[in-house]
């Protein structure tokens, strides 16, 4: 009877530790995916004249605004760029900045920039609507190489094989800007 007990206990045990595994990952991206909210957590690494930077990252885009968190070693936010349809703020330490463009403060402030309006596509593996593209895919379907607007987005790796699931690791080129974004978590319809 007690080795029943023990073997019950372990059980209640077991199951507790699998309460405390995270909720799995979305690997595809929802229906309308253009449409729905998201956020992403990960890391950004830019090669821009012979300068290289690399921090995590934090990106909440709504169907209006946009915030992008770069992020120290250590989790502190080193810049924050926010960005409605009427103007975009950059914040680095106690420095504030404003434009119009969040393409343009970038440049002047951090010395390179990311395309906001085609990247929160790009980063959901389609192509910007209303511009045109050059796409080629793989035999599952998915963008291998995306051309748009200058750009040269570049799809590493995939978080599974079906034609829409989403990118993990992708890499773009712009001139001398290079950017590898490499993303560690999803999240749909954030607050």
């Given at each position: ?64 605004t ?19 349809a ?6 680095e ?77 992708m ?16 999240e749909?319809?954030?607050?």
């Open positions: 009877m007690l080795r029943f007990l023990h073997l019950i206990f372990i059980a209640m045990l077991l199951g507790g530790c699998a309460l405390l595994h995270p909720a799995p990952q979305p690997v595809v991206r929802p229906t309308q995916s253009e449409l729905v909210p998201f956020a992403l957590n990960g890391r950004i690494s830019i090669n821009h004249q012979g300068n290289r930077h690399s921090s995590g990252l934090r990106w909440t885009h709504q169907a209006q946009d915030e992008i968190l770069l992020l120290a070693p250590l989790g502190q936010t080193a810049a924050r760029v926010y960005s409605d009427k103007h975009t703020t950059l914040d330490g106690d420095k504030h900045y404003q434009n119009e463009s969040p393409e343009l403060l970038m440049q002047e402030v951090l010395g390179w920039y990311l395309p906001l309006k085609g990247l929160h596509h790009w980063l959901l593996g389609l192509a910007e609507t209303g511009s045109p593209a050059q796409i080629e895919r793989d035999g599952n379907g998915q963008i291998v190489v995306l051309r748009q607007d200058g750009w040269e987005v570049r799809y590493l790796s995939y978080a599974g094989t079906k034609p829409d699931s989403l990118p993990k690791r890499q773009l080129k712009h001139e001398d800007l290079q950017v590898q974004l490499l993303i560690d978590e999803w749909w319809n954030p607050q």
